[in-house]
């Protein structure tokens, strides 16, 4: 090439990146990260629009994961942020997530980190003009919870509805549903049924599989490793797990490792898991790295577990 071309060969270069659609950087150089590969509107959709923990790491937002349908979506917890990931995920294109469009909750249990977007969830969508009631599923304490929220707001609610906004005078109603294990919701897009995981002293957590047109979906909630998930991924498509780092743990303190192996599960024990429930693709969430990076934490599993498995970011869509 002459010094000409080379110039132009690099001013195209040069353009085509300045115009390629937004990319999440996710590993530095060199180092192979597994990326989710996009999946048509017409299927059943996976966004993972928190994949965070209590740690308020910026880069992960609060627990929180829609499966959607026909353009319906249906959200799994509301994490801090659950809002804010949905608009952004709307705005890169998954039209299911339009706000007036999140009426169909399903929380597995009531800690912080799952519940902090709750009032987000009931209010924001409703200044957006979502007009349907939110519809909640989950354990004893949530109608009680709810209430709490709604009391909370009863001077917010009063204004729009009788002030200058006009604000419509259904969309921040929520009908909660406290459930027990077995099937505890069906519409013409999904089957959802829940069942008991084992999370510590909490005495409801829940896990939930996801019954589509075209896939199985189980997701774990918080627990520790559970018969139950194994029971109910045989068959899955997707098993959505939580996992923490078997090497992170170890640099963890005695009262800290008690608590994490009583109520939530290690990457040596997610594998064994896998091995039993064989997903068609086990998904990382919820991930505790405790300064390990997350290729160790996908080597940690692989080490007992030769399936599919992918380590998922927020906005992520499987
Ligand atoms: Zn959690
Ligand atoms: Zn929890």
Not at 186 to 200: P, Q
Request: aromatic content about 10%; glycine content about 8%.
């Amino acid at each position: 090439m002459t010094i000409r071309s080379w110039l132009k060969f690099g001013l195209v270069a040069f353009a085509l990146v300045a115009i390629a659609p937004e990319v999440h950087l996710r590993a530095s150089p060199g180092i192979q990260v597994d990326e989710p590969s996009p999946r048509s509107a017409s299927k059943t959709q996976i966004v993972f629009l928190g994949t965070g923990t209590p740690n308020a790491d910026p880069d992960r937002s609060g627990p929180a994961v829609a499966i959607i349908v026909n353009d319906q979506p249906y959200l799994v917890d509301f994490g801090p942020g659950v809002v804010r990931r949905a608009s952004l995920a709307f705005r890169n294109g998954i039209t299911g997530l339009a706000l007036p469009k999140l009426t169909r909750a399903f929380v597995t249990h009531l800690h912080s980190d799952h519940t902090v977007g709750y009032a987000d969830l009931i209010f924001t969508p409703w200044v957006m003009e979502r007009k349907e009631p939110l519809a909640v599923y989950g354990p004893r304490g949530l109608k009680a919870m709810t209430g709490h929220i709604l009391a909370a707001y009863k001077q917010d609610i009063d204004v729009r509805l009788h002030g200058l906004e006009h604000a419509n005078p259904t969309g921040y109603q929520v009908i909660a549903h406290e459930i027990r294990p077995g099937l505890i919701y069906k519409d013409t897009n999904v089957t959802v049924k829940a069942f008991l995981v084992r999370h510590g002293s909490w005495k409801w957590a829940f896990g939930y599989r996801f019954e589509t047109p075209d896939r199985t979906i189980v997701i774990s909630g918080d627990t520790a490793p559970a018969d139950s998930i194994v029971e109910n991924c045989k068959p899955c498509d997707v098993l959505i797990h939580e996992v923490y780092s078997q090497a992170g743990f170890a640099t963890r303190t005695p009262a800290w490792q008690q608590y994490h192996s009583h109520f939530h599960t290690s990457s040596k024990e997610l594998a064994e898991l896998a091995r039993r429930a064989k997903p068609g693709m086990l998904i990382l969430y919820h991930q505790l790295f405790w300064g390990m990076t997350e290729e160790s934490l996908l080597v940690e599993i692989r080490r007992g577990y030769d399936g599919k498995v992918r380590s998922a970011h927020d906005l992520d869509v499987y």
